[in-house]
């Protein structure tokens, strides 16, 4: 055609998404809360790999950060307290074809929802789930979390929190079958961005940990970290989470490491002295239920897509 570039092509794809067809309500969690950060990121995702709105789901249990599936323009399920986790499952069960987001947090996940969350990671069916981690029970109005700090001053505990804080990295690490362990900041969206795009490529359920800020009751808690970076350590691989060099010059600290060692990984998720960030534990081996469910239906996982797919074309916009 006359005047067009040889490296063009008129090959245009019938449906091309913008952020927008992933927009759902106005997002309405406090100013500067780290959930809107998270919110973004995994919209750009969506956005990146072209996932069609209709088959993306999004489910959460109870909660500030469960309040993520209204704020998707996908389809979702907002659960009851502790129980996103076996309602995820239920979906990636029937539907393998769905790309299925868990919104979860530190009291929903690590309390009400730790015996969801031990049979879910041992299932370890494709799936990425988000621990928005503040520390805090925010949306019942300032109630300890089981991963709050020492010390730390709550309605339930007045002077202060008297017991050690649950470790959700080695607890995971420490359940059977976990696939992929991930720790992650909200104040940083490059690194945020990144992390979640490795769960999300992983074939498994992919288990990410986020230091989430709470700006209403434990804005100071991740206020040093903010400040101090050199407080935090980012694990490199080539396979894990890739930064741009300008973002990388931010973290004083930098170590290889390497995901596939689940030793190394538990001796990373328990470290006092520094604050770990990146994949720490990737296994691409581990069976997945979700593929033992195709399986009872006389298809295999491929076949069993291949045919949601057909169905779903005949309904194509």
């Known amino acids: 055609m006359f005047g ?24 309405r969690w406090c100013p500067g809360c780290g959930d809107l950060a998270v919110l973004t990121a995994v919209q750009r995702i969506c956005r990146e790999e072209q996932l069609p709105p209709e088959k993306v789901v999004s489910v959460s249990g109870i909660g ?36 299925v987001w868990v919104a979860t947090g530190d009291g929903d996940c690590c309390s009400i929802g730790a015996g969801h969350w031990v049979h879910a990671t041992r299932y370890n069916m494709d799936m990425t789930v988000m621990l928005f981690d ?72 992919s288990f990410v940990r986020i230091l989430q800020r709470c700006p209403t009751y434990t804005d100071h808690v991740f206020e040093e970290l903010q400040r101090d970076p050199s407080q935090l350590v980012v694990l490199n691989h080539d396979e894990g989470v890739s930064l741009e060099p300008s973002v990388g010059k931010m973290f004083p600290n930098h170590e290889r490491h390497d995901p596939s060692n689940l030793d190394e990984a538990r001796r990373q998720a328990g470290r006092e002295d520094l604050i770990p960030i990146g994949v720490l534990f990737r296994n691409e081996a581990c069976p997945r239920y979700d593929e033992y469910t195709a399986q009872g ?21």
């Open 297 to 317: 239906l006389d298809m295999t996982m491929d076949e069993r897509i291949a045919g949601l797919n057909r169905e779903l074309d005949r309904f194509a916009i």
């Open 134 to 205: 503040n520390n805090v029970y925010g949306l019942t109005k300032n109630q300890t979390s089981p991963t709050s700090p020492v010390g730390l001053k709550t309605n339930t505990h007045p002077r202060g929190a008297w017991l050690p804080p649950l470790n959700p990295l080695s607890a995971t690490l420490g359940f059977t079958n976990a696939s992929f362990v991930a720790q992650t900041i909200d104040w940083n969206p490059p690194h945020l961005y990144e992390t979640l795009k490795a769960a999300h490529h992983h074939k498994g359920f």
């Open 64 to 99: 500030c950060s469960s309040r993520f599936p209204h704020y998707m323009g996908t389809y979702g399920f907002h659960g009851l307290h502790g129980r996103a986790l076996p309602v995820a499952c239920g979906v990636k069960a029937r539907r393998p074809d769905l790309t």
């Open 4 to 27: 067009l570039k040889s490296d063009w092509s008129l090959d245009v794809p019938a449906r091309y998404f913008t952020l927008e067809d992933y927009e759902g309500g106005t997002a």
